[in-house]
């Protein structure tokens, strides 16, 4: 029987290009998800709680792309979706359309625990939250503002080769994707794993437009039986890849998780021909894996042989396809 590292636990801030200005709050502000999500854990809490303790942090730090500080839509609003998930059970919960809900990944979980479904958005969603008396907050930054306004102006002068070909823009011009979305992962003390992402979507998305991260499979995995996965980066690509499932059913086959985490970058390079993607993982062994193809991951990770969790906006970056 090999040894079991736990508790652990794996936070993300997003993948993406992390404007200099903003990278030292970045980490700061995964450092402090990372503590929050540890806490949680060295209580003996589980790892459900754990990952949505972290989540709701950077949902409530708006350097981040999630909860306030949310990027806005082509329309000039904000839709914000979330998703938490139970590898215990394999029970689900996740949001998306959400205008002012304070922290979506609360509502996430409500969904997981309070009712029969899994995805629920919109009009419905924010009823429940009112049900549930969850906290509603302006979601609007000046900075977001600011970005939408340059955006916009780009894409007026037909500088913005905009959606129809997201992978060429990203691939092209790092600017328009907004680094910041969140998520985490972790194994608790009893050795159950959890995963929980949560976002604002991407600059200039169209209105309605749901991503890869209140996606289960895509953005948001756990399985007790594999481990827990957590993505970041281009939506598109995450939901046609099933980039969360993917990595799990890897570490199911005996892949350990960094390998898990690289092999699924890989396919992102070979079968989308790039597109920035990022993912953190975690096993039923306590290993973590994190791998990207984008310029920066902005991420941190605790364990119980850390006094203090480490932080940083780079892990194994992945350019090959196989
Ligand atoms: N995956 C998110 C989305 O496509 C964006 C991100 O991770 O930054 O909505």
Redesign the pocket.
């Known amino acids: 029987m090999k040894n079991v590292h736990k508790p652990v636990i794996v936070v993300h801030g997003?993948?993406?290009a992390w404007h200099p200005e903003r990278q030292d709050l970045g980490l700061a502000g995964v450092k402090d998800a990372a503590r929050a999500g540890f806490k949680t854990l060295s209580r003996g809490d589980s790892a459900l709680d754990a990952v949505e303790a972290a989540v709701v942090q950077m949902e409530d730090n708006e350097v981040f792309?999630a909860g306030r500080g949310s990027a806005l839509s082509i329309d000039k609003r904000i839709e914000m979706e979330a998703s938490i998930m139970d590898g215990r059970t394999l029970d689900a919960g996740a949001v998306g359309l959400l205008t002012d809900i304070r922290n979506p990944v609360r509502l996430a979980r409500i969904i997981l625990e309070q009712t029969d479904h899994v995805f629920v958005v919109a009009r419905g969603a924010e009823k429940l939250a009112d049900l549930f008396h969850l906290e509603r907050r302006d979601p609007f930054t000046k900075l977001r503002v600011q970005h939408w306004n340059a955006l916009k102006e780009k894409l007026a002068q037909e500088k913005l080769d905009y959606l129809p070909k997201l992978q060429k823009l990203v691939t092209s011009e790092s600017r328009p994707f907004?680094?910041?979305?969140v998520g985490a992962v972790a194994l608790d003390q009893n050795g159950d794993v959890a995963a929980a992402t949560s976002?604002g979507?991407?600059s200039l998305k169209l209105p309605g437009r749901i991503?890869?991260?209140p996606l289960i499979g895509c953005?948001t995995y756990a399985d007790n039986e594999a481990g827990a996965c957590s993505?970041?980066?281009?939506?598109?690509i995450?939901i046609r890849l099933v980039l969360a499932k993917c990595v799990c059913d890897s570490i199911h086959e005996g892949k350990p998780p960094q390998e898990a985490a690289e092999r699924a970058i890989k396919r992102v390079n070979r079968r989308m021909g790039g597109g920035f993607m990022g993912l953190i993982a975690v096993d039923m062994l306590g290993g973590i894996g994190v791998a990207h193809n984008s310029p920066n991951l902005c991420w941190a990770y605790m364990t119980a042989k850390m006094r203090h969790p480490e932080a940083s906006l780079e892990a194994r970056i992945i350019r090959e396809q196989s």
């Open positions: 997003g993948a993406g792309n907004d680094p910041g979305t976002t979507g991407f991503g890869d991260s953005g993505a970041t980066g281009i939506g598109e995450a």
